[in-house]
């Protein structure tokens, strides 16, 4: 289920968030959606909680990242699929420009802390690292 959103900075945020979650752990596909919401509310609820003075110029630097891929791939940065998104991404946290980076930056760490940080995610984390520790008491039997 896709959420609704009050603005378009909103929408652009949520792809961004997505594009930047990894893969890992692998086999949550069913709440996949579920983790994915709740990290692009949390990222949206940070950028909407800074002060006026920071949120401005922060949403438009999202406004700007957007449309410059229009010079790089000649699509705004919501129509790229989703190789092209993580490119995109990529080429902006690796920039020699720290501007650049930094507005990744922002994204990308609320989004990995939320992540790892889900109820979801912890407990496939910690599962998986029960049962490979039961894998190891066994070989060492």
Known sequence: ??????????????????????EYPKGISEEKSIVENAVIDFV?????????????????ALYKFNFFSLFVYGRTFLKLGKK????YIKMWSDSPLKQM??????????????Y????????MISTKNENHEKQLQTRKN
């Open 1 to 22: 289920m896709k959420p609704e959103y009050k603005c378009a900075s909103h929408k652009l945020i949520s792809e961004i968030v997505i594009a930047l979650l990894p």
């Open 44 to 60: 949206i609820g940070q950028i909407e909680a800074l002060p006026v003075y920071l949120r401005f110029p922060y949403k438009i």
């Open 84 to 87: 092209r998104k993580s490119n």
């Open 101 to 114: 980076r930094d507005v990744i930056k922002l994204l990308r760490s609320c989004a990995l802390l939320q």
């Open 116 to 123: 790892y940080d889900h109820p979801v995610i912890l407990n």
